[in-house]
Antibody, heavy 119, light 109 residues
Framework: EVHLVESGGGLVQPGRSLRLSCAAS????????MYWVRQVPGKGLEWVAY????????VYADSVKGRFTISRDNAKNSLYLQMNSLRHEDTALYFC????????????WGQGSLVTVSS | EIVLTQSPGTLSLSPGERATLSCRAS???????LAWYQQKPGQAPRLLIY???NRATGIPDRFSGSGLGTDFTLAISRLEPEDFAVYYC??????????FGQGTRLEIK
């Protein structure tokens, strides 16, 4: 069974940094692209970043480009999101999601890690 | 960027009734690249439909997806109590960004 477990969220001041992690299990992590998707509490979904299986293709939403860095360690079955220069509008629940094979939709989601940016 | 507009914003129905949710794209999309997700309070979204009309693993056959071009529909033939949730459509073409509709809340009447 596929499991994605996010960690690393919390309360952080504007301008500071935070690193999210996602531990994956139940599938061949190194064979699949992965994403981060976020959701402001009570609001809709926003795709944040994508990383290919071999880190050979990395794409960011315009809203986080230049501030966030997605990475992965296939030996540790782990996905990361380094978030720098955080803003109030980055406050959200951050989901780690798995790419569905060769298509760019998400077939599995973690439960999310809440990031709150506030002074 | 393809903008997805879902309607209605809220749909109030009773168990046993049929639900029809709409997702309209700002430009024609390849139907292969349209997905639907269900999200219940306090839970992560769950994949229901991919490729506009293909049910994901374990999804009951009362859920069906259809459409092409700019107009897509998620239908739930006979609502069960557990179907009341928020539903999102998603475009995931071969290029980025990946976009979502704003969601339709399906509530018990």
């Amino acid at each position: 069974e596929v499991h994605l477990v996010e960690s690393g969220g919390g309360l952080v001041q504007p301008g500071r940094s935070l690193r999210l992690s996602c531990a994956a299990s139940g599938f061949a992590f190194g064979n699949y692209g992965m994403y981060w998707v976020r959701q402001v509490p009570g609001k809709g979904l926003e795709w944040v970043a994508y990383i290919a299986w071999n880190s050979g293709n990395i794409v960011y939403a315009d809203s986080v480009k230049g501030r966030f860095t997605i990475s992965r360690d296939n030996a540790k079955n782990s996905l990361y999101l380094q978030m720098n220069s955080l803003r109030h509008e980055d406050t959200a629940l951050y989901f780690c999601t798995k790419r569905a094979g060769n298509d760019f939709y998400f077939d599995y989601w973690g439960q999310g890690s809440l990031v709150t940016v506030s002074s | 960027e393809i903008v997805l507009t879902q309607s209605p914003g809220t749909l109030s129905l009773s168990p046993g009734e049929r639900a029809t949710l709409s997702c309209r794209a700002s430009q024609s999309v390849t139907s292969t690249y349209l997905a639907w997700y269900q999200q219940k309070p306090g839970q992560a979204p769950r994949l229901l439909i991919y490729g506009a009309s293909n049910r994901a693993t374990g999804i009951p056959d009362r859920f069906s997806g259809s459409g092409l071009g700019t107009d897509f529909t998620l239908a739930i033939s006979r609502l069960e109590p557990e179907d009341f949730a928020v539903y999102y459509c998603q475009h995931y073409g071969s290029s980025f960004p990946i976009t979502f509709g704003q969601g339709t809340r399906l509530e018990i009447k």
